[in-house]
C-alpha cells in the first residue's frame, strides 16, 4: 500500500528543484503522508511507551520543512532518511516488520512544527521522529517530546547547551564543529573575525561560544550582526564587516537558508572574496553550494564532519546508492548523512531492545551504538550524542568540497560548553539516573 499525502507549495526561490516524494520499496510500504493538519494534544501515550508497532509494520515520523525558508536545505534530508528507510525494509525490516514513515510538513515554521509532533505522537502512534533541522524547531518541539516522553532523532550540528533523554543528537556538538573551525581560523586566516548570523537560537548561543573561545586564544571579535531567518537585506550587514575589516578578515557565518543566497552574492558583487574575506559556514553543505551557486562560494569554507569527498567505502556505497535513487545530479551532505545513519542506529537499538513501542528499552539499548558510517566509525555516547570525526571544506570548482583540515579521529561530543562560564564544568550521562541531563564533574 502506498499512500500519498496533500503536496506541499514549495519556496518560490527554487521551484527549479524537484520536490522529491520517493516510492514504496518493492519489499514494503511507506506511508507517506505531507503537510496534514496538525492533531491534538490529549492522546498522550503511557511514560516511556509509544504505539506505531503493530501487525507487519513499525510506523515511524518524518519531520522537516518541506516549504518555506528552510526547504533549501531539509528536502534532502528527508531524502536520506526515505533511502534508509527503503534498504532497510529491503533488507527485511526491523523485528521482522516494514517501516511506514508518515511524513509531515513543518513549512520552516515552529510553532507548526511542534502541531505536527503532536499529530505524530498522538494522532498517529509513530514509535519514533526523526526530525527538524533548525534549533528553533527543535526547541519549539524539545517540551512535547518531554512532557509525553517520547523519542526524537535529530540529525543536525547545533549549539550544544543542551542534553535531553528524550533527543537522540546526531549532528555534531560544538566541540565538534564550532570549536575546532575556530582554532583552524585562528592558525591559517586570522585573528579578527566579524560574526554574521540568523536571529535565531542556534546563531546567538553559537556565537556566545566563539565570542568566549576567540578571546581565550587572543583573537578579536570587531563585529556582529543578525537578519531574519529567510531575510535578503544583507547590505547593510556587508557595509559594517567592510567598515569593521578594511583591510580584511575572517568572517564567521550561521545563516540558515534562503538568506545565505543573498549574502554570498551581494558580498561576492561588493568585491570582497575569499582572498581578503575568507567565510567560515556551518551551515552551508553540497546542497546549499548547488542551490546558491559555486560561482559565489568558491574558496570559502564550511565545517562539518562528512563531506560527499569523504574516501570511505561507507561514503562510496553511501553516495553511489544515493545517485541511484535520486538521480546522478543530487550530491550528498553532512546533514544527509547524519539523518540516513541515525534511522539505522533506531534500528539496531530497537532489534538490542528486542521491541519498537517501549521507549525506555529502546532509548537504553540505543547507549554504546556503533555504526560504519560513511563518515567513519560512530558511537552513540552516554550524553545521546556521537562521537565524530572532524572536518573542514574548502569549496571548489565543482562545487564539492576539498577537505583541508581532518582529526584522523573520532572526537567525543561535549554538550555543554566548557569555554562558556555558565555551563563550564557539566557534563551529561544519560547512563546514570543520579547524573543524567547535567551534573557537576568539578
Keep these: ?86 534498504e532497510i525494509n529491503a533488507a527485511g525490516g ?19 512544527f511542534n502541531e505536527k509532533a503532536k499529530k505524530l505522537i498522538d494522532q498517529d502512534k509513530v514509535a519514533t521522529v526523526f526530525g527538524c533541522w533548525t534549533s528553533a524547531s527543535r526547541k519549539a518541539v524539545l517540551p512535547t517530546f518531554e512532557s509525553k516522553d517520547h523519542m526524537l532523532w535529530y540529525p543536525v550540528q547545533y549549539e550544544g547547551q543542551e542534553c535531553s533523554k528524550n533527543i537522540f543528537y546526531t549532528g555534531a556538538a560544538p566541540n565538534q564543529q564550532i570549536e575546532p573551525s575556530v582554532d583552524w581560523l585562528l592558525e591559517n586566516k586570522g585573528k579578527d573575525f566579524f560574526l554574521v548570523g540568523s536571529d535565531y537560537v542556534f546563531p546567538r548561543t553559537a556565537n556566545t561560544i566563539i565570542k568566549a573561545q576567540v578571546e581565550a586564544k587572543g ?34 557565518n550561521s545563516l540558515n537558508g534562503d538568506s545565505n543566497v543573498a549574502f554570498f552574492k551581494q558580498l561576492q558583487g561588493a568585491g570582497m572574496g575569499p582572498d581578503k ?60 548523512e547524519a539523518a540516513y545513519i541515525m534511522v539505522y542506529l533506531w534500528k539496531q537499538a530497537v532489534e538490542k531492545a528486542g521491541v519498537a513501542d517501549d521507549l525506555e528499552k529502546v532509548r537504553t539499548a540505543a547507549l ?56 563550564k564544568g557539566f557534563a551529561c550521562d544519560w547512563s546514570d539516573p543520579n547524573k543524567g541531563g547535567k551534573y557537576k564533574t568539578t
Design 1 to 86: 500500500m502506498f499512500r500519498l499525502g496533500v503536496t506541499c507549495l514549495m519556496s518560490k526561490l527554487f521551484r527549479r528543484r524537484e520536490f522529491l516524494i520517493l516510492s514504496s520499496t518493492a519489499a514494503g510500504s511507506i506511508l507517506l503522508k505531507a503537510c496534514t493538519s496538525g492533531g491534538s494534544d490529549t492522546a498522550s501515550s503511557p511514560s516511556g511507551a509509544a504505539g506505531g508497532a503493530s501487525g507487519d509494520t513499525i510506523k515511524v515520523g518524518i519531520l522537516h520543512s518541506l516549504s518555506g525558508t528552510m526547504a533549501i536545505s531539509e528536502k534532502s534530508v528527508v531524502d536520506a532518511e526515505q533511502l534508509a528507510i527503503k
Design 277 to 336: 574575506y575568507p567565510s567560515m559556514s556551518v551551515s552551508i553543505a553540497e546542497e546549499e553550494v548547488k542551490a546558491i551557486g559555486v560561482e559565489y562560494l568558491k574558496g570559502h569554507y564550511a565545517a562539518w564532519n562528512y563531506f560527499q569527498t569523504v574516501e570511505t567505502p561507507e561514503s562510496k556505497k553511501f553516495v553511489e546508492a544515493f545517485k541511484k535513487e535520486y538521480g546522478d545530479d543530487r550530491v550528498v551532505n553532512d546533514p544527509m
Design 368 to 423: 554504546g551504538q556503533t555504526f560504519a558510517a560513511p563518515e567513519g566509525k560512530v558511537t552513540l555516547e552516554n550524553n545521546h550524542h556521537l562521537s565524530k570525526v572532524v572536518r573542514i571544506g574548502e569549496v571548489r570548482d565543482d562545487g564539492l568540497f576539498e577537505i583541508v583540515y581532518d582529526s584522523k579521529t573520532a572526537v567525543k561530543p561535549v554538550p555543554w560548553n566548557q569555554y562558556v562560564a555558565d555551563t
Design 94 to 112: 526491523v523485528l521482522g516488520k516494514q517501516i511506514e514513515a508518515i511524513v509531515e510538513d513543518g513549512a520552516s515554521d515552529w510553532p507548526t
Design 219 to 252: 583573537g578579536k571579535i570587531v563585529g556582529e550582526d543578525y537578519i531574519p531567518l529567510g531575510g535578503t537585506e544583507v547590505t547593510p550587514i556587508i557595509s559594517k564587516i567592510k567598515s569593521a575589516l578594511p583591510d580584511g578578515g575572517v568572517i564567521y
